[in-house]
């Protein structure tokens, strides 16, 4: 029995392959594409090791998607789409039909009222993957958006309690914040990776790939301040953002309390990033080992995605877990 998750984010596809039913962690996938969706799906093909998928699971980005907690009158569930549809149309976009969506209970309010995620994938991007991946016998089992995926990883890994996620991207960073009682809070932040390069890249005076090197610890800052120093005023920005986040979610919500941020995505897998955030907050900020119950045997190049592309991969995990 095996088992495929994908993250297409951008011109890249991350992929893991499992055996015996997400228990054993056989591959891991990361590269570029052209940008054609059709030499994605064919890339893909030429490098898994198998063919025959028994479960398929398909990641859509936040960019791509959304993600909002509504509090609705309990009625049958049969009945739940059309009222989603007639009171909350133009707040979630859906009146020109521009999502593929659905929703889910996540909470009893009593006898007349129940929370509920309502979650959705962008109708474009959703057509353009879609038909490729059936067309090619990969047609996806499980569709998940990316902060849906978070939120299973951490509850699986953690158990249940309010959470904090940071998703820190190469181009965008993602604020999540969800308590069972409360709203669900999400708030997109244009700073990420790409801007730490290039404040290494002008402050050094060093190419692009050199700076990408110094800001995963791989290189040593040639000359100049610390390494931290150049990327702090990113850094500073995106903790702003954190802390205004955290001051509405508390004034709207009095009884909130949070104790921990789990930081995911690609810049997270930065050396000390989460001590250096961790200081500047004073709420301890981890990364979750998502990977610590499933076994796994890779080689070498497959542990270095890993390594790299840890919090894109936790997330993945994270949807594999809602199957």
Not at 176 to 195: A, L, R, S, T
Not at 272 to 291: C, H, P, Q, S, T
Request: with cysteine; hydrophobic share 40%.
């Amino acid at each position: 029995m095996h088992s495929l998750i994908l993250f297409p984010t951008g011109n890249n596809i991350k992929a893991l392959v499992f055996e015996k039913a997400f228990q054993y962690l056989r591959q891991v996938l990361s590269f570029e594409y052209s940008g054609a969706v059709s030499d994605g799906v064919a890339r893909l093909l030429d490098q898994v090791a198998v063919r025959n998928f028994d479960d398929i699971v398909f990641i859509a980005p936040f960019n791509e998607t959304f993600v909002k907690t509504l509090t609705v009158n309990k009625v049958e569930r049969k009945y739940l789409k059309q009222i989603i549809i007639n009171e909350y149309e133009d707040i979630l976009q859906l009146k020109d039909d521009n999502f593929i969506w659905d929703f889910d209970v996540v909470d009893d309010m009593g006898p007349d009222k129940e929370h509920i995620i309502v979650s959705g994938v962008k109708k474009k991007y959703f057509e353009r993957w879609i038909p490729q991946l059936t067309i090619n016998k990969l047609e996806p089992t499980v569709i998940f958006p990316e902060q849906i995926s978070l939120l299973n990883g951490h509850f699986n890994f953690a158990g249940y309690s309010p959470v904090i996620f940071v998703d820190l991207g190469r181009k965008n960073s993602n604020i999540i914040i969800y308590d069972k009682e409360k709203d669900y809070f999400q708030m997109d932040i244009p700073v990420g990776g790409n801007d730490m390069i290039r404040n290494i890249k002008d402050i050094c005076g060093v190419e692009w790939e050199e700076a990408e090197k110094i800001l995963k610890g791989e290189q040593e800052v040639p000359r100049g301040p610390g390494k931290f120093k150049i990327i702090a005023p990113i850094l500073d920005q995106i903790i702003y953002e954190i802390k205004r986040a955290l001051i509405f979610y508390e004034n709207r919500y009095k009884g909130a309390l949070f104790h921990q941020i789990n930081i995911s995505g690609g810049v997270s897998a930065i050396p000390d990033i989460a001590w250096y955030m961790n200081y500047e907050l004073g709420i301890r900020v981890v990364k979750n080992d998502y990977f610590a119950m499933i076994k796994k045997s890779f080689s070498e190049e497959e542990a270095r995605h890993l390594r790299e592309g840890f919090g894109a991969y936790a997330c993945m995990v994270g949807g594999m877990f809602a199957l």
